[in-house]
């Protein structure tokens, strides 16, 4: 997803996203909408350090 990428922080990544279907201090966990071809439901899971900034930005399913 353009933009979102490890390193960046939850401030940058929630201001291209919105806020988080689902949040943890360590973890944003967004739903990205339904794929009309599949049952799944793509989801993108940003996961954080202690200062706030993502360490890996996972999208699934690809």
Do not use: N, W
């Not at 909408?33 to 599949?38: A, P, V």
């Not at 989801?43 to 202690?50: F, H, K, N, P």
Request: glycine share 10%; net charge negative.
């Amino acid at each position: 997803m353009a933009g979102v990428r490890p390193g960046a922080t939850c401030q940058e990544i929630r201001a291209l996203l919105g806020e988080p279907d689902s949040h943890a201090p360590e973890a944003d966990i967004c739903y990205l909408g339904r794929d009309s071809l599949s049952v799944d439901f793509p989801t993108l899971r940003a996961t954080y350090d202690g200062s706030g900034r993502s360490t890996s930005v996972l999208e699934r399913p690809k």
